[in-house]
């Protein structure tokens, strides 16, 4: 193993200089460090500093007893906290094969949803923030907060839910909730021509957007970048529809995908995806059957040994829980196969050569969440 | 044709930017969202995860946890202490220490879920504010409860 | 022609009061605007609607440390907000703003306003290559890749008002709109202004000396306390100006019917700052290279041909 490199932060010989974006930035979200070595405004070449938010999530979930592990691995993404817990309890079942009523199936695909929605709403309105503009990001939080107040009335909480259980959910929802989804959902459709009138069409946003950092298949592919990012370099991959899993298969809907690969095509991709993720609610709360919400499960979860691969579509991209059972009540082995990460190691391919503020306008394009990067 | 598609381009980016210019002025009209907090509230939704707290017996007034742990057990953060001893003439054993740990309570209400007692309950006191962190580090829940143990 | 010290002291005392009390409206407006378009409030807590927080702040900003960084230019560092703010005390000299509410009627109120207004620039490059940190120097340097697209069209702007009005008297150009204002006549150039403008003010969308999301702070990133609130103070009164040129090139003054002339042009100028900040608070910021292929490729070319076509038809 090679030593780590060492920065100077002197000049450097030939007029270029080293430039730190970050820790402390409000371009990166978070606790994200980005070498770059600069010609004036063109990056040269940049390298991202991981680590500073790094929380050993991995040996934590080893140390803990299932159940327990559930409350942390929310706390990995905090926008898409509603699909790690998902990919938790998912893996959890398949190891132990349990049954999940069709009810809290339906309410696992609808708050998965809602909390998708949200996520790429936030994106939506950090990643105009990165462009200069404010008013997206409000905008973006006025819808964003009428979901998160639909998760709180089920879960109790607002950003880290744990509400899903082993075998199904906490607790059962009720009409009103669904009935206040549905008010959402329309609502929500209304308002979503504002989104594209204030920023879809805008020219200036199109000259930001597109043909920067463009994403070639093959690199997307080859540096595992996953989610919204690939779709946007022109595969149609989600794990919703590829590898279904907590009944996805029961629900009609597309997989947005676009040709250019650039941010403009990320955008897009996104945008269609939230009406694709309103779609899916609307059907939820139309089939949801009355019936038990939670399968009687033991109340300790003593897996059989062996070994459980779950992957999940989260906000960002691909997730996958990789979990080794020796029998005892904790896991042997956890690996967390987060999409942040991998989206992140193409960053520095993307970056060199552009202007800095076209880098960071890539940065907010890749929808980084960098706890979720650290773990 | 280049000349037309300048033009073209610097009239429809204008039409664009009026577009966006009318969504932030519907907005700017419209009514605000903001709560003003302390002035207003939002409400708490029934299901509101504050900090735990102990739920006193209808009839005697004491605390329904009889210290079987299994709170403490199942704490993912361990910030949970419990004791429990037998008064005299009863088979169940009463709390006479709980002792939160608030500043490692990651609120994820496990400990509620596994209570078999249903002791625990969570509060709804959201702005919980100090000047030191040990009033968090052992935030008692057996306070204001009657004990069968007075001396 | 002579003028009296008192006259001097009086004229200072009166531009201070508007430069001030200009920042502490424009403040709290621009918190106003910027927070109903988020569907917020803006301040609300100190005065009625929060009209007192600016002075709040600046009380708040007086009693706090000003930090000098070991590694800046000490006196370009301490002379940058002082070059930034300066001109602008001059600049208001030829400004009318009602029939007789001028400090001193200048033969040359327009080119001086105008020329004033580069040093604005000077004091954001001092800044910037002052405090030696690598986000104020990039802003610094940016401002004067700016000043380079904007200056020309801005100037032919100017000058084909000049031409229509044929003087260099702000008060004269102004007169020279009783029958009808230039912005009738020229709505194109009234566009063309208003981009220029938003550019010399270094406004969004084009905010490139500052742009919080690339930059942090830009040229202003070491300074704190008084430098910061003088930096602050200095933006607001370019804004104040570039909007009282506008007001007095294309909107006639302080001219209008029933209001007083002062009323007239505190109107024309804050709904023409309104404008200003309507755009920041709409606009994603554009990206530098644009700037100059907006500022070289479309408005100088709008604004040369603009030019051309009002020379040719005031000569017929």
Same mark, same amino acid.
């Given at each position: ?39 004036? #405004? ?48 998912? @893996? ?7 049954? =999940?009523? #069709? ?48 998760? &709180? ?28 989804? &549905? ?19 805008? *020219? ?14 093959? #690199? ?31 629900? &009609?809907?597309?997989?947005?995908? &676009? ?24 059907? @939820? ?21 062996? #070994?459980?691969?779950?992957? =999940? ?20 082995? *956890? ?41 | ?151 | ?18 430069? /001030? ?9 621009? $918190? ?66 009602? +029939?007789?509410?001028?400090?001193? +009627? ?13 040093? !604005? ?10 405090? !030696? ?6 802003? /610094? ?29 702000? $008060? ?27 550019? +010399? ?78 755009? $920041? ?5 554009? $990206? ?6 907006? /500022? ?21």
């Amino acid at each position: 193993m090679s030593a780590p490199p060492t920065y100077s932060l002197e000049s450097t010989d030939n007029g270029n200089f080293l430039l730190n974006l970050g820790p402390q930035h409000p371009g990166t979200h978070g606790v994200l460090r980005v070498v770059l070595q600069m010609d004036g #405004e063109y990056i040269l070449a940049a390298d991202p500093v991981l680590g500073y938010g790094h929380r050993m999530q991995e040996k934590i979930a080893e140390n803990m007893t299932y159940l327990q592990a559930l409350p942390y691995v929310c706390r990995m993404d905090y926008l898409g906290a509603m699909s790690y817990s998902l990919a938790w309890v998912c @893996a959890v079942e398949k190891l132990c094969s349990f049954e =999940v009523p #069709e009810r809290a199936v339906h309410v696992r695909v609808m708050a998965c949803e809602l909390n998708r929605i949200a996520s790429h709403l936030l994106w939506w309105g950090a990643y105009l923030l990165d462009l200069g503009a404010f008013t997206p990001f409000l905008q973006a939080f006025a819808d964003r907060e009428q979901i998160l107040d639909l998760l &709180e009335y089920i879960t109790g909480s607002r950003l880290t839910y744990c509400y899903f259980r082993f075998g199904g959910l906490a607790a059962d929802v009720d009409d009103v909730f669904l009935r206040r989804v &549905e008010d959402f959902v329309t609502g929500f459709r209304q308002r979503l021509p504002r989104y594209h009138d204030l920023v879809t069409g805008n *020219v200036i946003f199109h000259h930001r957007s597109k043909d920067v950092g463009v994403i070639l298949p093959f #690199e997307a592919a080859g540096y595992g970048v996953t989610g919204p990012c690939l779709r946007g370099s022109g595969f149609a991959y989600d794990v919703r529809k590829c590898e279904p899993y907590s009944g996805y298969d029961r629900f &009609e809907f597309a997989v947005p995908a &676009e040709q250019e690969g650039d941010c403009l095509a990320r955008y897009n991709v996104r945008m269609a995806e939230m009406e694709q993720s309103l779609a899916i609610i609307e059907q @939820a709360v139309a089939t949801i059957p009355d019936g038990p919400y939670r399968a009687r499960v033991p109340r300790v979860i003593r897996p059989p040994a062996g #070994e459980v691969a779950m992957a =999940v579509e989260t906000p960002r991209g691909e997730l996958v829980i990789f979990m080794v059972s020796d029998g005892s009540t904790r896991p042997c082995r *956890v690996k967390f196969r987060v999409p942040s990460f991998a989206n992140l190691s193409i960053f520095a391919r993307l970056a060199r050569g552009q202007l800095l503020a076209d880098a960071l306008a890539i940065l907010g394009s890749l929808d980084m969440v960098i706890p979720e990067v650290d773990r | 044709m280049n000349g037309y598609r300048y033009l073209a381009g610097i009239v429809t980016g204008s039409v664009s930017l009026l577009k966006g210019m009318r969504v932030t002025f519907a907005n700017m009209v419209s009514r605000p969202h903001t709560v003003q907090w302390p002035r207003q509230t939002a409400p708490l939704p029934a299901r509101f995860r504050g900090h735990i707290r102990m739920l006193a017996d209808e009839e005697t007034g004491f605390p329904r946890c009889f210290a079987c742990g299994s709170c403490a057990r199942i704490c993912p953060s361990a910030c949970i202490t419990v004791q429990g001893r037998k008064p005299g003439d009863r088979k169940k054993k009463v709390a006479v220490r709980f002792l939160l740990d608030f500043t490692k309570c990651s609120l994820c209400g496990l400990c509620v879920e596994s209570c078999p007692a249903r002791a625990l309950a969570f509060s709804r006191d959201y702005a919980l504010a100090g000047y030191r962190d040990t009033e968090f580090r052992t935030m008692d829940l057996l306070e204001g409860l009657a004990s069968p143990f007075q001396f | 022609m002579s003028i009296s010290p008192v006259t001097i002291v009086c004229y200072l005392l009166g531009i201070s009061a508007v430069v /001030g009390l200009n920042a502490v409206i424009l403040v709290w407006l621009e $918190r106003k605007v910027a927070g109903h378009m988020h569907f917020r409030y803006g301040p609300m807590e100190v005065g009625p609607h929060g009209l007192l927080q600016t002075l709040a702040d600046g009380i708040k900003l007086l009693g706090k440390q000003f930090l000098v960084p070991d590694a800046a230019d000490r006196p370009l560092f301490l002379l940058a907000p002082v070059v930034s703010l300066v001109p602008i005390f001059v600049a208001m000299v030829p400004l009318p703003l009602g +029939e007789t509410l001028q400090a001193w +009627e200048l033969n040359i109120g327009l080119l001086l306003v105008v020329a004033l207004g580069l040093l !604005n620039t000077l004091g954001i490059l001092l800044a910037g290559w002052g405090s !030696n940190n690598k986000y104020a120097l990039l802003g /610094g340097s940016r401002a004067v890749a700016q000043i380079l697209a904007y200056k020309i069209p801005l100037l032919l702007c100017i000058l084909t008002i000049i031409m229509m009005a044929g003087s260099y008297s702000l $008060r004269q150009i102004a007169l020279a709109q009783k029958d009808g204002w230039y912005i009738l006549y020229q709505p194109l150039l009234f566009i063309i202004y208003i981009v220029t403008i938003t550019l +010399e003010t270094n406004r969004s969308p084009f905010d490139f000396s500052e742009a919080e999301s690339e930059l942090v702070a830009g040229f202003h990133i070491e300074y704190s306390a008084m430098g910061f609130s003088l930096f602050f103070l200095a933006e607001y009164s370019y804004m104040f100006i570039a909007a009282a040129l506008a007001s007095i090139l294309f909107l006639g003054g302080w001219q209008g019917p029933f209001l007083p002339g002062p009323v007239w042009s505190l109107l024309k100028l804050y709904g023409i700052i309104f404008l200003l900040m309507w755009f $920041r608070w709409t606009f994603p910021r554009l $990206r530098i290279d644009q700037m100059l292929h907006l /500022g070289w490729k479309i408005l100088l070319p709008l604004a040369l041909v603009n030019f051309l076509v009002t020379a040719g038809v005031l000569a017929l």
